[in-house]
């Protein structure tokens, strides 16, 4: 059954409620409180600019647990070589811009509509949502943003604008931070090939029932700082 959500509520529905796709709800907007709902729930915005905002919830969860990352040989060497130089939350701006220009294989268009990036911005400004940055010779070669539910750190996308760059902002975000988990949402070969792996929502569910929002938490969680 696919709900739709009331103007003046930011409820949701039981997520378990979603269609056999993950489709849960329709309609709402994207305010700041009704996004924190969202993702406490293990629910997430994912529409188009054809289509009113749509509401996710799948019955399988794609994620990756940070100890588990597999790192290559050969990008080992890529890391060891300092190719790269990376920060997190110092351009996030940066970050969801090119994440919603790059063109990506068998995809038209974007579903990071320009709704949605302010959006996650006002997140950011909040202190909510974080992004990763990698850099080369001083220029934005690559990075990655999500929101950060306690421990949880539920990814939205990433870009490469030169080979490996998001692998190395992946890695980082692993190796950097005292997290639980990553929520990559659905399945990718791409995040496959680095560990992330299916389990029951509901394994997801009882782990995101256990979080407390931190604002300013990616720093908090720093384990080098």
Not at 71 to 82: A, G, P, R, Y
Not at 90 to 114: L, N, P
Not at 135 to 157: D, H, I
Not at 196 to 213: D, G, P, R
Request: charge should be negative.
């Amino acid at each position: 059954m696919i709900f739709r959500l009331e103007e003046d509520s930011i409820l949701f529905p039981d997520p378990r409620l979603a269609e056999e796709d993950g489709l849960l709800a329709v309609g709402g907007d994207l305010r700041i409180e009704r996004l924190l709902q969202a993702y406490a729930l293990g629910i997430f915005p994912w529409y188009s600019e054809e289509t009113p905002i749509l509401w996710y919830a799948p019955h399988e969860r794609f994620v990756l647990h940070p100890q588990e990352v597999k790192v290559s040989k050969s990008m080992c060497k890529i890391l060891e070589q300092n190719l790269f130089d990376i920060s997190y939350n110092k351009a996030f701006e940066q970050v969801i811009r090119h994440c919603a220009s790059i063109e990506r294989k068998d995809q038209e268009g974007t579903w990071i509509v320009d709704e949605m990036q302010e959006a996650y911005i006002e997140l950011h400004r909040e202190g909510y949502a974080h992004s990763v940055e990698v850099w080369q010779q001083g220029e934005l070669v690559g990075g990655l943003y999500g929101v950060l539910v306690g421990k949880v750190f539920c990814g939205e996308s990433m870009f490469s604008r030169v080979s490996n760059a998001s692998k190395a902002a992946l890695i980082y975000l692993c190796r950097s931070f005292d997290l639980e988990l990553i929520d990559c949402q659905i399945y990718s070969a791409h995040l496959a090939s680095m560990g992330a792996k299916l389990i029951y929502s509901t394994v997801f569910y009882n782990l995101l029932s256990k979080q407390e929002y931190i604002p300013n938490g990616l720093q908090k969680l720093f384990r080098y700082s």
